[in-house]
């Protein structure tokens, strides 16, 4: 290739310096996944539609399918790949995990730094704020709900407030009595092996 | 391998420690750091990439293609053709129609031609532009009733005659003594539009070629048992030397479950070129593999008693197909199979057509094929309780098909928890106090449905497991466990991980999972038809048990404590009545294999014979069937039409949850999808004007078009769990990956009516019907907007099936080709043996 | 993935250097030079192939280009990010619908890239030239672009790609004005002078111009003037709009509308003014049944096609429809009806609290 068309620069990636020669047409995100090697940052149009490839830069999530790499010099970048600390999950990796808001988890890298930046900004976003700051990133396998939950939950964690969510976001709501009680299809088969004994 | 020696003994009844709580899916961790690998995030030393280059004409026979310009890319490695993949697959023996490149023909924009390979994807990509390809064009269909009128040039040299690919009729029971001992006949024609998955990874492939002739394909697919087949049939390789290891799907929801032209073509260039081979499909070429939704036409026929007993119902379907066969024969009869087991049919009679047209391929999304009928069906049903004056909830109670029976269609019904379901969504939503009640412009809707757990049959007939599980234990402790199924986000691997965990008493985290790999584990069928769960969990059932069986036996020696009083707990074996008395698992473990030898048990599930025996009897059966219903109130401004979700009540009965933060994800993600298709998804197409050009194209195929709804469109859902165990599943547990999707777009279509008095009969419902709706009854005629008619189809003799009601056995009773079919079904062979005999009686392809 | 073609790319440092690289200077004979600024709508032109570039000079870096400077009239510098126009206070107090016009624009992450300039210039949209390089050649191209016909209307003579920004008709209803600068100088020109009711040539400055600023007028901002912009699209972001109505009305203590200004988005080429409209209005009091009547003026102004979401002659009842919420908005007066996920801040509706408190 004509080094006319490529760029070096020292890109700044999760609070490490790296140096990185690329195509300067290249956009961050093919940037991140094939010269960095930095593949939790997915991708879903290439054409700033869907969100999936949401990263921050200088804290604010943009689009890195629509972003020169070239254009990165002095730029702070998060990606998903530096959330943990260390060994532990952030707050929001721990809620997303345990509350169901990762089903496929190919959205979530993107929805992850999404929410990162809002609670960044507003320690303590109401459901349909965190709607709002997540309306670019499109999930298919969940109906977003788990992921608000998820939000809410991890922001609550890292304001430091204790409790868990309410039952309802594991077992879903209490069913309501009908009157008279709907019968089951047949009694409770008695307890076979390997069945546990659960009922 | 070890087998058990006897039978397992019965546990001592304990508490479930996994099993039905939310705990932490196996594959978390890696799904919220980034570390899952997709198959696009996969990288091999040489790795180079392909691009497809596709059909930019709807019908066509391919004149020339031309290289010269291509090869000037620099990169350019080389390139391959339809010559060089003569050998035709697709995912039904019965439709074999697919090239992995068109040899002589395209049959759709997007069919691929040729592909081409270079260093970089860049340069793929350039080099795919410029290859010039010229055609002879063909004259297109573009529906149904465009298939119906042009019998001729046909899209395939097979099917049922013309461009008809399949046509289905059959009558179980007296029909049209039913209709006549009806007090009142409902008739109504309803309209589907077709749909896709739009699962936010695009599929992708990476071919590595291996030692001498193998080769391994790490594929974005659902069902890599089908590739693997598919993989050694059009290679002409043996199995054996095929490796196919499905990733982590990004999202499936039925689109990655054929085989694909890619993963065949990266296979192929990978031995060609010597080196791994990578396609990862851009968003559009997502939207060309589609085997999404068949927008589909239904005429559906009710006959009813005053009381709402139904006496008899006939539905008709017209399917349009897109240009291949995919799993459409099997779409087909399931857009009538699943009628039955809702309410009580006495009489039914099914009649259905899919139709070849110039368009990507229809396939299974979701529901395959039984959302459309049920959708109608669910309507149909509102209109009919709106006109005898009843609560569209009670006339439903009042006619629910009854646990443990068998339908007029010959399926099997296990436990039905659809009456709780309804209850629960009636009572939450206060649907009884306000249908009919709230002011103009809001409105309640309620519907049904019910979904497989697992398809009966397998897709190639044979008598080998469906799902099979391989469990390997050593003095680690620790357990692998080995099984072909695809994590595609719906938790799979979970499931099998508490299944094992539970029944051994181990930790999640002494559970190591090795699965989707054709290689390295047992076969399962895939991540389709709503059967992982079951058949997965049943396997891993028995395979655990039989683990457990031997543990016990070799335990019980050492501590001379009775088997029966051993308590598999905690990460121990005990005794239950003195629980100090006991080893650790890892210690119980190495009693076992210094007593058994080296530790392995396998598991393996086949489902129950479905009772039916007639022709298209392979379609509907299921170990158990989910049952859902949903309520949903909507707002819908008379002014515009506009209309909105405002809230979502659902029950499914999902007999019990193995874990119920994923059962509510499956729920609320079916709800999601369903408000999807209603609000506003659509695989639309384009004609341009006939007298200017030939085209035929995808109106829109890119996300941001393709409307798919973000946060801000999602309502708030009340979620109900119901569990009403079923024997058949492990646990008890059933389906919920697709059941809950059912009853959104009929609800939606009965909560507008009740809002603003108007029927929309098609899906999806955009607000120009509900106004051109609204316009037509301020000015007194007919307030609906919908499709008018159903079209002329020559359905043939209808399959005569007598119901068990009428004391029949299951078969037909003019079926001429039972005789040689039932002798078929008893041999060992594939479909493709009996296709091969069935052609020298000269009698032509079999349905499944 | 589907990527960006190879080009010369050029960080202007000044506007003398970026216009020099765009009047051709350095450049081999034929080359295409193109202006970026965000990239949100040139990247995915270039990576479909609907433009083409052999040279991408960049404004981004250019001192001065960005920010907003709120004195009397408020100016906004053309390479403000589209999020930091939409949360700044002086123009969320004094000009709340083109803070509305502005939030409402596609999705969260990209209005941290897009800039105010980039969504004013934004190239017209139609459903047969947004498509990849492939899809396009399927229908021989279009009139936009390489082809010959326009697919909306056959025997069209011209192409009727529709206008995409949701900033430009807020911009042109409050009487903002444009200031264009090249190396013969600078003029400010009124913001609807910028634009041309042509698909193809959407732009009315010469080529070697650049949008530096928007300036937004004070009389827009006074206690006289109430203001609305209602947009129509099918979600609740990320959606262009199908349809928009931007509305500004100016009115004596008496209550007598002084003075209308009524544009209309995604219904031509260019925001569409609505004169008849105006014309009616002035002079009069806004009762329900006056601003109806405007409104079926717009209808009848507007000619919205086949080339974009939604069936096309319900669009044009929309019109109507939409144009008559924004006068009742613009005019102190309730908006009775419509589904509110289409209202204001795009699914936000008007109950919650404001998204961009905070």
């Given amino acids: 290739m004509d080094m006319n068309y490529l760029t070096t620069l020292k890109l700044h990636i999760n609070g490490e310096y790296r140096p990185v020669v690329f195509a300067t047409h290249h956009t961050l995100l093919e940037v991140l996944r094939e010269e960095c090697g930095l593949t939790g940052t997915k991708h879903g149009c290439e054409l700033g539609e869907c969100g999936t490839c949401t990263i921050l830069v200088d804290g604010r999530p943009v689009l890195s399918c629509l972003v020169l790499a070239a254009d990165m010099e002095g730029k702070r970048i998060e990606t998903v790949e530096g959330m943990q600390h260390g060994n532990e999950l952030h707050p929001l990796q721990a809620a997303f995990a345990d509350l169901g808001a990762a089903q496929c988890g190919y959205c979530t890298p993107g929805i992850l730094m999404t929410a990162k930046a809002l609670i960044a900004e507003n320690p303590k976003p109401r459901p349909a704020e965190i709607s709002e700051a997540l309306a670019g990133n499109l999930c298919r396998c969940t109906g977003y709900h788990k992921i608000v939950e998820g939000v809410e939950w991890a922001a609550a964690k890292m304001r430091g407030e204790e409790g868990t969510p309410p039952e309802k976001v594991f077992y879903g709501s209490p069913v309501p009595d009908p009157h008279p009680p709907a019968p089951l299809s047949r009694p409770l088969p008695p307890p076979s092996p390997g069945e546990g004994g659960d009922r | 391998m070890a087998n058990p020696l006897r039978k397992p003994e019965p546990e001592p009844q304990r508490e479930p420690n996994i099993i039905g709580k939310p705990f932490r899916r196996v594959d978390g961790r890696a799904k919220v750091t980034g570390a899952t690998r997709f198959a696009d995030d996969l990288a091999f030393p040489r790795m180079c990439f392909a691009r497809l280059v596709r059909s930019t004409v709807p019908h066509a026979i391919i004149v020339s293609i031309d290289f010269s310009e291509a090869e000037k890319v620099p990169g350019y490695l080389g390139a391959l053709t339809g010559e060089e993949v003569p050998i035709p697959f697709g995912i039904l023996p019965v439709s074999q129609d697919e090239h992995a490149l068109c040899p002589d023909r395209v049959r759709f924009v997007g069919d691929p031609v040729v592909a081409v390979a270079a260093v970089t994807e860049d340069a793929a990509y350039e080099a795919a532009l410029r290859v010039k390809i010229e055609y002879a064009p063909l004259p297109t269909i573009s529906s149904v009733e465009e298939a119906l009128a042009t019998p001729e040039p ?57 030692d001498d002739d193998r080769v391994t394909l790490y594929s974005s ?117 699943l009628q039955t087991v809702t309410y009580k049919l006495p009489a039914y009679e099914f009649q259905g057509v899919r139709a070849f047209t110039n368009k990507p391929p229809c396939g299974p999304k979701r529901g395959h094929g039984t959302p459309q009928p049920r959708f109608g069906f669910e309507v149909h ?49 206060g649907f009884r106090e306000r249908w009919g009640q709230l002011p103009e412009g809001r409105g309640l809707g309620l519907a049904c449905g019910s979904y497989l757990c697992g398809a009966g049959l397998p897709i190639y007939w044979n008598h080998m497991p469906q799902s099979g599980v391989m469990l390997k234990l050593d003095r680690s402790g620790g357990v692998a466990v080995f099984c072909g199924e695809s994590e595609i986000g719906q938790g799979s691997d979970s499931i099998l991980a508490a299944v094992v965990a539970e029944v051994l008493g181990v930790a999640l985290g002494d559970i190591r999972l090795c699965v989707a790999d054709t290689d390295l584990t047992p076969v399962d069928l895939g991540s ?98 989910s049952y859902t219903a949903s309520v949903v109130e909507v707002e819908v401004d008379p002014l515009t039409g506009l209309w909105n979700p405002v809230h979502v009540w659902i029950a499914h009965d999902v007999g019990k949850s193995l874990n119920p933060v994923l059962v ?96 929309v009969d098609q899906v999806p419902i955009h607000p120009h019907m509900v106004l051109r709706a609204l316009e037509a009854k301020t000015k007194g005629h007919e307030p609906r907007f ?57 009698l032509g392809a079999l349905t499944t | 993935m589907l990527r960006l073609p190879q080009f010369r790319y050029i960080r202007a440092r000044s506007l003398a250097e970026a216009g020099a690289v765009l009047t051709g200077e350095g450049a081999a004979e034929g080359e295409i030079v193109r202006l970026v600024a965000g990239g949100t709508d040139l990247w995915p032109n270039l990576k479909r192939r609907n433009q083409k570039a052999q040279t991408v000079v960049s404004v981004m870096s250019i001192p001065g280009l960005s920010g907003i400077h709120a004195n009397g ?286």
């Fill in chain 2, 221 to 337: 697919t659902q069902t890599p048992h089908y590739v693997h087949r598919a993989l050694s049939k059009v290679l002409e390789l043996p199995a054996s030397r095929i490796r196919v290891v499905a990733c982590s799907n990004g999202g499936g929801f039925g689109g990655k479950s054929d085989p694909f032209n890619h993963e065949i073509v990266v296979a192929k260039l990978a031995l060609k070129l010597g080196r791994p081979v990578k396609i990862t499909l851009s968003r559009e070429e997502v939207f060309y593999c589609h085997r999404g939704r068949h927008p589909v036409l239904m005429a559906v026929k009710t006959g009813i008693k005053k009381d709402g007993t139904i006496t008899a119902q006939r539905l008709r379907t017209a399917l349009d197909g897109g240009a291949y066969g995919s799993y459409g024969v099997a779409s087909t009869y399931y857009t009538g199979a």
């Fill in chain 3, 73 to 358: 009239e408020v100016r906004i510098g053309a390479t403000t990010l589209l999020d930091d126009v939409a949360r700044h206070p002086a123009v969320r107090q004094r000009f709340p619908a083109f803070a509305t016009a502005v939030h409402s624009i596609s999705s969260p992450p990209l209005r941290n890239m897009g800039t105010i300039g980039g969504n004013l210039c934004v190239d017209t949209r139609c459903t047969y030239y947004n498509q990849t390089e492939e899809w396009r050649r399927s229908i021989d191209y279009c009139m936009k672009e390489e082809g010959t016909i326009c697919w909306v209307a056959t025997s069209s003579p011209r192409c009727w790609a529709h206008t995409a920004s949701d900033s430009a008709p807020m911009a042109c209803a409050l009487g903002a004005r444009a200031r264009l600068v090249s190396a013969q100088g600078e003029r400010a020109i009124p913001v609807e002078n910028l634009f041309r009711d042509d698909g193809i040539d959407y732009l009315a400055k010469r080529p070697d111009e650049i949008l530096t600023d928007l300036l937004l007028p004070v009389e827009a901002a006074s206690d006289r003037c109430g203001t609305a912009f209602w947009k129509l699209r099918r979600r609740g972001s990320i959606d262009f709009a199908v349809l928009s109505a931007a509305a500004a009305l100016w009115t004596d203590p008496a209550g007598a509308i002084t003075r209308a200004r009524l544009y209309l988005g995604a219904v031509s080429s260019a925001p569409l003014a609505v004169p008849e409209a105006e014309s009616l209005l002035v002079g009069k009091t806004p009762t329900p049944d006056l601003l109806a009547e405007a409104a079926k003026l717009a209808r009848k102004a507007a000619t919205p096609m086949d080339n974009t979401d939604f069936q096309t002659q319900w669009r044009g009842a929309m019109v109507q429809r939409y144009t008559e919420a924004a006068l009742r908005e613009a005019a102190g007066l309730p908006v009775e009806r419509l589904a509110p996920k289409h209202e204001l801040f795009g699914g936000v509706t008007t109950a919650a609290p404001s998204p961009l408190s905070g």
């Fill in chain 2, 528 to 625: 389709y038809s709503s059967r992982v769960t079951l058949m997965v969990g049943n396997a891993a059932l028995q395979a655990a048990e039989r683990a457990r069986e031997l543990i016990a036996q070799a335990v019980s020696q050492q501590l001379e404590v009775p088997q029966s009083r051993l308590v598999f707990a905690e990460r121990r074996v005990f005794d239950a009545e003195e629980p100090d008395k006991g080893l650790t698992f890892q210690d119980a473990v190495i009693a076992t294999e210094a007593r058994f030898g080296t530790l392995a048990t396998t598991g393996s599930y086949i489902p129950p014979r479905s009772p039916g025996r007639y022709r298209g009897a392979g379609v509907g059966p299921s170990p158990a069937y």
């Fill in chain 2, 786 to 842: 919908g499709p008018k008619r159903f079209p002329d189809v020559d359905f043939g003799e209808n399959l005569i099936v007598p119901t068990p009601e009428q004391g029949g056995d299951g078969k037909a009773i003019n079926d001429y080709k039972e005789t040689l079919r039932a002798g078929m079904r008893s041999a060992s062979g594939t479909m493709m043996s009996r296709e091969e005999a069935l052609k020298k009686k000269k």
């Fill in chain 2, 381 to 429: 049903l509102d209109k009919i309780a709106v006109a005898l004056g009843k609560n569209p909830a009670d006339l439903r109670l009042g006619m629910l098909a009854e646990p443990d029976t068998v339908t007029a269609n010959w399926l099997k019904i296990g436990s039905m928890g659809l009456r709780q379901c309804i209850e629960a969504v009636v009572a939450g939503s």
């Fill in chain 2, 154 to 210: 046909r899209i395939h040299d097979y099917g049922d005659h013309g461009n008809i690919h399949k046509v289905v009729s059959m009558t179980f029971g007296e029909v049209e003594k039913g209709f006549a001992e009806a007090d009142e006949i409902f008739e109504d024609v309803f309209f589907y539009e077709g749909n896709t998955h739009l699962p936010m990874e695009q599929h992708s492939a990476v071919a590595v070629p291996e």
């Fill in chain 2, 664 to 759: 509510l994800g499956q729920v609320e993600g079916s709800v999601y999808m369903g408000l999807g298709e209603v609000m506003m998804e659509e695989q639309a197409f384009r004609r341009l004007p006939r007298h200017l050009s030939n085209a035929l194209v995808h109106k829109h195929p890119s996300i941001l078009e393709y409307k798919s709804p973000t946060f801000l469109d999602m309502p708030p859902v009340t979620t109900y769990l119901i569990e009403d165990p079923d024997p058949q599943g492990p646990f008890g547990a059933k389906e919920v990956g697709q059941g809950p999707l059912l009853p959104i777009m009929p609800a939606v279509a009965n909560a507008i009516w009740d809002a603003v008095g108007v029927r």
